[in-house]
């Protein structure tokens, strides 16, 4: 392996994740509540679109003219495709649990003010613990307000 592919493969070259929505703007409202913000607005020669970054990384919004309901990626157990974003929030919070109260409210207080853009949270999978190789996470599921399955874990322990 040379120089230039040991560096390609620690850098990160993922770009984005493309999410397709119902409703761009309640997608924007719902994913700024999860701490992304916009970063460029644009269209896709036929509808709205635009990047949002944050929780490190970046996701693509696309706004879909007479849109379908997203299969249920989350409680169909033969789905095959696309199956769930997962995000990192180690250094974010000391535990997840806490965190969900924190953004179900934030959601509820949202919902009040504007509930056209906002709803109740849905929470897939409540917080629990997985061991994945030497690491035991703790894992939660939500879904957005397409249905799309989102994972929050947090590193609790790395094993021996």
Same mark, same amino acid.
């Given at each position: 392996? @040379?120089? $230039? %592919?040991r560096q390609m @493969?620690? $850098?990160? /070259?993922?770009h984005h994740a493309s999410i397709r929505t119902a409703n761009i703007h309640? *997608? /924007? *409202?719902?994913y700024e509540q999860l701490g992304f913000t916009v970063c460029e607005r644009f269209t896709t020669g036929y509808t709205l679109a635009c990047w949002? !970054?944050?929780l490190g990384g970046r996701i693509e919004l /696309? %706004? /879909?003219p007479e849109p379908k309901p997203a299969p249920d990626a989350f409680a169909d157990e033969h789905y095959v495709g696309y199956y769930h974003l997962s995000f990192d929030l180690t250094e974010i919070t000391p535990d997840l649990p806490s965190w969900l109260n924190n953004l179900q409210e934030q959601l509820k207080i949202a919902a009040q003010s504007q509930p056209e853009q906002? %709803?109740?949270l849905k929470i897939l999978l409540e917080p629990t613990q997985q061991q994945i190789g030497d690491r035991i996470y703790e894992v939660a599921f939500i879904a957005d307000y397409d249905g799309l399955p989102? !994972?929050?874990i947090r590193i609790l322990v790395k094993l021996n």
């Open positions: 392996m @040379t120089n $230039d %592919q @493969t620690n $850098d990160k /070259i993922m309640r *997608a /924007i *409202a719902f949002m !970054e944050g /696309i %706004q /879909i906002f %709803q109740p989102l !994972e929050f």
